[in-house]
Structure formats: C-alpha cells, structure tokens
C-alpha cells in the first residue's frame, strides 16, 4: 500500500529550463510534506517542506506546491542546473512517521 | 559535529546469520529512525525512536529489532537475515519527533544477503 507515489521514475531536462518533480498520496492525515535529495552513494538531504494549511513554498530556485483536494504535490526547480542531477524523494508526514514515495531520477544536461 | 555516522558501510552475510546496524549521531537529536532503499520501492521506514527508552514499528518492521538505550545510538538489529533483507540502510535524526524537521541521514550500509 503505497501512500505516497512518484509516477514518473526519471526525467531529463536540459539545463537553464524548468524542471517538475510530481508526487501524488493517499493519505489524507498527513500534515507536512518535504521533499529530499539524493546523489549516488550519499544519504538523503533535506531540500523544501511546507505545511498542510499552505498551497505554496518557496526557497530560491525551489518551489513546492500543493494540491490538497487533488492530493497532488510538485517541485519546481527553474533554472535547472547539472547540479541538480539527483534521484528526488517526496515524502509525507503523519504524526511520528515519514513516509517517502518511490522517488524520481532527475538527469540536468547542457 | 561528525553528524550521522553508520558502521559498517558494506557487508555481506550469509542466510540465517545476524548482525547488528550501528548508528550514531552527536548532535543531541531526540528522534532517531531506519529505512531502507530498495529499487522501485523508495524509502521505507523500518523502527523509529522518538527518545531514549522509546521506540515503535514503521512500515517494514518485521525481522529486525531496535533498542535505544542513550541519544546518541540507534542499533538496527537483524535476528537471522534472509535474501529478501538484501538492501541499502539509512540511518537518520532530527530534533523534534517525525518529519517535521530536517531530518539528517547517514551515509548508508549496504548489506547483502546470500
């Protein structure tokens, strides 16, 4: 029972444009969302969160936004970089549980 | 602050044997968690502890046991591995209970299960 489902296993964009990462749940308890980063061998790091009562977040190239009666979230990194080449996780909240999705592989090239 | 640390990084086992998970984090956090990562599967949450004495069940509990006897460690304990345990663990902290807050996660142990 996956709660949390990122459909698209890889994406490729050429860099300076705009990259969207998609996550969709189906766990309407969760209350914060976040999504991680994850290069080759390396654990995940934090990137963005944003609370439930919030539609939209935003940290320098990163934006979140959520879709909670479509139970819909994305990321938008604009401009991409090579940098930003990495495997993304979002992940939900409920209560003491973090629950990720199944992540998507984000390949940036010139 | 050396931050998350897990030991060792690789290791092979054969069925039937056990073995502990070291995690060990110095930043005073109160929550302490495992998962694994599979291919196609994700990140899923094995034990979690939300302080010293405490700890409960994720979503993938079942063939390992945890303790957390100080703040610092969080051992991840396999009874007796079998094949399907074949994974890559992370070990991860933060300073308030579940994911409301960063959460730091060490660099990984790659087990594999023969």
């Known amino acids: 029972d996956q709660q949390v489902k990122q459909n698209s296993p890889s994406l490729s964009v050429q860099e300076g444009r705009i990259s969207i990462l998609n996550c969709d749940y189906t766990n309407s308890m969760f209350d914060y969302f976040l999504w991680y980063k994850k290069y080759p061998a390396e654990g995940p790091t934090f990137l963005i969160s944003?609370?439930?009562?919030?539609d939209k977040n935003e940290d320098g190239r990163f934006t979140v936004f959520l879709n909670k009666s479509a139970k819909h979230l994305s990321l938008h990194i604009v401009p991409s970089q090579p940098g930003d080449s990495a495997v993304y996780f979002c992940?939900?909240?409920?209560?003491?549980?973090?629950?990720f999705g199944t992540g998507t592989r984000l390949q940036v090239f010139p | 602050n050396a931050g998350v640390t897990q030991t060792p990084k690789f290791q092979v086992l054969k069925t039937g044997q056990s073995m502990t998970l070291q995690c060990a984090q110095d930043?005073?956090?109160?929550?302490m968690s495992w998962y694994r990562q599979d291919p196609g599967m994700g990140l899923r949450l094995i034990h979690y502890s939300v302080g010293a004495g405490i700890t409960d069940q994720g979503e993938v509990p079942n063939g390992y046991n945890v303790s957390r006897s100080t703040t610092e460690d969080f051992p991840l304990r396999l009874l007796s591995a079998a094949p399907s345990q074949t994974s890559v663990y992370f070990c991860?902290?933060?300073?308030?209970?579940?994911?409301?807050?960063?959460?730091?996660f060490g660099p990984g142990t790659r087990l594999t299960v023969l």
């Open positions: 930043m005073n956090h109160e929550y």
């Open positions: 992940a939900g909240v409920n209560t003491d549980k973090l629950i």
């Open positions: 991860a902290s933060s300073y308030i209970a579940g994911g409301y807050n960063e959460q730091f």
């Open positions: 944003i609370s439930s009562i919030k």
